[in-house]
């Protein structure tokens, strides 16, 4: 699946959870994306443990927390955490992740990106929803360009959707 095909299929989602938004925002990363997606319409959570709000918003301390469930998840938590929150998503049978990452290496964990694809999870691991449309602006649009020649944009070949629910890989003629 390319790249852009994904970005789609993710933000096509209404509910998203974003976890690692801190108590004190300023510029972190996943408060920038949980306000963009907020601030365009989506259904969004933030997930941190240690708080009960984020942005003037109710804050769940985990996925389970989430009353009704999600349809994706941004992790914006150190790569550390990345796996437990995958296999968190694997349990609640949620098949959309998208690690984030803008310079530097952001929430990109390997280990949480094999096991999410080999659980049939459609994985971005790199890259940030900002970066495109319709939650882009202009300056995420260019560190999306410079970002891509770095490869901190993923290739289109790495991402994987979850397979059809008659076995075959989406892009099959599914």
């Not at 390997?110 to 994985?123: I, W």
């Amino acid at each position: 699946m390319k790249t852009r095909a994904a970005v789609e299929t993710f933000l096509n989602q209404r509910r998203i959870a974003v976890t690692g938004v801190s108590r004190t925002p300023r510029d972190h990363g996943a408060n920038v994306v949980y306000r963009r997606l907020r601030d365009r319409g989506y259904e969004v959570f933030a997930v941190n443990p240690h708080t009960d709000a984020v942005e003037g918003d109710p804050c769940y301390p985990d996925l389970r927390a989430i009353p009704g469930g999600v349809d994706a998840v941004v992790i914006g938590t150190r790569p550390e955490h990345a796996l437990e929150t995958v296999k968190d998503c694997i349990d609640l049978s949620i098949d959309k992740a998208w690690m984030h990452r803008g310079p530097g290496t952001g929430s990109v964990s390997a280990d949480a990106t094999d096991l999410g694809r080999q659980h049939g999870m459609m994985v971005i691991d790199g890259g940030c929803p900002c970066m495109y449309a319709p939650t882009s602006d202009p300056g995420h649009r260019v560190m999306r360009s410079v970002l891509t020649l770095t490869g901190a944009v993923p290739p289109h070949h790495l991402i994987r959707p979850p397979p059809a629910p008659d076995g075959r890989e989406v892009g099959d003629g599914v």
